[in-house]
T-cell receptor, first 115, second 110 residues
Framework: EPEVTQTPSHQVTQMGQEVILRCVPI?????FYWYRQILGQKVEFLVS????????KSEIFDDQFSVERPDGSNFTLKIRSTKLEDSAMYFC?????????????FGQGTRLTVV | QKEVEQNSGPLSVPEGAIASLNCTYS??????FFWYRQYSGKSPELIMS????GDKEDGRFTAQLNKASQYVSLLIRDSQPSDSATYLC??????????FGKGTTLSVSS
């Protein structure tokens, strides 16, 4: 069964450092997303990506964040200068062919710890 | 501000009982409605989607949607201890981001 894969599963970084979280969406999906979940809180939307550009972003997704699809399979989230409050689970998700088929499938997540 | 509200629980039911989980949403133009299950420390797993008013059944799960009342529910029949998890309600318009509720924690005792 196709699935979304994320690497690494856990990343520890020092405050101020740059991190790149990687995702391989389901191969025939067209919409890609990043969400985050701070421990004990709800899943929050960061950004969506379609047709090689950002289609929607939340107010959380400020200038320290960027996304990229560097090749035909990977989708990355970069955090330029990490802060303590960036510590969270980051989930990548993808959904299929658009229209009414908006079911989004999530990867297993990357736990980011900023120290 | 688009909001999705869920009772955080915990909702405790004995094994074999029916668990009823509820969700309300604020955005009247929402088109798609989803239930995800999330085990502790894991990612959300899609278990049901519903797009039109009424009931949709899939195995032991039934989703119910009432757009006039802006209300979505999930019934789990014959609840099992393995159903113990947090259930997340999520809504969106076609092609837009999911808005999640905080989730309801379900505990099924054997």
């Amino acid at each position: 069964e196709p699935e979304v894969t994320q690497t690494p599963s856990h990343q520890v970084t020092q405050m101020g450092q740059e991190v790149i979280l990687r995702c391989v969406p389901i191969s025939n999906h067209l919409y890609f997303y990043w969400y985050r979940q701070i421990l004990g809180q709800k899943v929050e939307f960061l950004v969506s990506f379609y047709n090689n550009e950002i289609s929607e972003k939340s107010e959380i997704f400020d200038d320290q964040f960027s996304v990229e699809r560097p090749d035909g399979s990977n989708f990355t989230l970069k955090i330029r200068s990490t802060k303590l409050e960036d510590s969270a689970m980051y989930f990548c998700a993808s959904s299929g062919t658009g229209g009414t088929s908006t079911e989004a499938f999530f990867g297993q997540g990357t736990r980011l710890t900023v120290v | 501000q688009k909001e999705v509200e869920q009772n955080s629980g915990p909702l405790s039911v004995p094994e074999g009982a029916i668990a009823s989980l509820n969700c309300t949403y604020s955005d009247r133009v929402s088109q798609s409605f989803f239930w995800y299950r999330q085990y502790s420390g894991k990612s959300p797993e899609l278990i049901m989607s519903i797009y039109s008013n009424g009931d949709k059944e899939d195995g032991r799960f039934t989703a119910q949607l009432n757009k006039a009342s802006q209300y979505v529910s999930l019934l789990i029949r014959d609840s099992q201890p393995s159903d113990s998890a947090t259930y997340l309600c999520a809504v969106n318009q076609a092609g837009t981001a999911l808005i999640f509720g905080k989730g309801t924690t379900l505990s099924v005792s054997s």
